[in-house]
């Protein structure tokens, strides 16, 4: 099947003009006229834009510059070339309308081959430019999508990473979307950004990950831990960082700093580098609070899980000691939330 004609508009305020020029590209395009500058811009208006305009320069009213000005203004029409046929062919005429946007210039009278020839130039020329936009939107919607993918694939390994060292800890492994969860929540309320507090929730996911490398015995002891114990405990921040690693990657760098710094205490008595209030980031601040709440609301072979109102209660006794008082206000003010995913993440996994 043949491809539909490519379409042309002439433009000239000369009748005789637009015979000579419907003529010659009659044979080989679909040709439509308009007589002045208002009529073109109303004729490429009502449908789809011819593929190429040939327009004159000299015409009453609006002049063929005003016209291409307009035509190069439009989103609608930006694409479509415009030749100027006419009879001012001096330097600065051609340079002007080349300023607006023109493709090319025609000089009067027109010989046919040259027309032909340009307009046929033109037409495969902005074929040529439609196809690798084309392409090149092609290209980059594959791009997103592969980078769309690469980011969930990345974050689902987080999330797995992190759930497998829970499970060695606790048995159902909730515990990591607990916190994560109570960590975008209050991260929000003190001001993050959606994105933010989506970058500090996968970050959380990994706090605890330097569990893998304590042993068993130690981390499944039914009963209370040994002081020697806790020492040896007390080393899963500085693997976890280890796990983690330096890496340019923003959440990665985030839960290293989250991994290193969540149990550093408010006083300066936390571990390992018994930093004190505002020394401690503000991630490893955050995640430090929310990880306390659940330990508190959440049964361990140890003891049995708090109630609500009870660990709430703890957590403000907690301000100015363990836990930095202006997080505890903010946290304590979005309570209801915070049930919320305790209760959404009691029973099964999101």
């Known amino acids: 099947m043949n491809s539909p004609a490519k379409s042309v508009l002439v433009v000239d305020d000369t009748p005789e003009n637009i015979d000579i020029l419907k003529g010659i590209l009659s044979p080989y395009f679909t040709v439509k006229v308009a007589s002045n500058g208002r009529m073109a811009l109303k004729a490429v208006a009502k449908g789809t834009p011819p593929d190429l305009i040939l327009l004159d320069v000299m015409m009453p009213d609006m002049d063929g510059y005003e016209v291409c000005r307009l035509l190069k203004a439009d989103p609608q029409t930006r694409q479509v070339p415009v030749i100027f046929v006419t009879a001012k062919s001096s330097v600065e005429d051609e340079t002007h309308g080349f300023s607006l946007g023109a493709a090319d210039y025609i000089v009067k009278p027109v010989s046919p081959p040259v027309v032909l020839a340009r307009v046929r130039t033109h037409l495969a020329l902005a074929d040529r430019s ?60 003190i001001g993050y950004t959606d994105f933010e507090a989506e970058e500090l929730m996968y970050a959380a996911m990994l706090h605890d990950i330097g569990k893998i490398g304590l042993p068993d015995s130690i981390l499944l002891k039914p009963d209370r831990l040994t002081p020697e114990e806790r020492d040896v405990v007390k080393t899963h921040c500085e693997i976890g960082a280890e796990i983690i690693g330096d890496h340019p990657c923003g959440i990665l760098q985030l839960a290293r700093t989250v991994a290193l710094t969540h149990h550093e205490r408010w006083d300066g008595t936390g571990y390992p580098h018994a930093l004190k209030g505002e020394e401690i980031p503000l991630p490893g601040r955050i995640t430090a609070l929310v990880d306390v709440f659940d330990a508190l609301t959440s049964e361990r072979p140890y003891k049995l899980a708090w109630d609500f109102d009870e660990a709430m209660d703890y957590i403000r006794d907690e301000a100015g000691h363990s836990l930095d008082p202006s997080l505890v206000e903010r946290f304590l003010a979005v309570r209801d939330e915070v049930r919320e995913v305790m209760l959404a993440f009691t029973d099964a996994v999101h």
């Open 130 to 189: 439609r196809h690798l936009e084309d392409l090149v939107q092609e290209r980059t919607e594959k791009l997103q999508r592969r980078t769309q993918e690469l980011e969930e694939t990345r974050l689902e390994i987080i999330r797995r990473l992190g759930r497998a060292g829970e499970f060695r800890d606790y048995e159902t492994g909730l515990h990591v979307f607990r916190l994560s969860h109570y960590a975008k929540t209050l991260s929000k309320h």
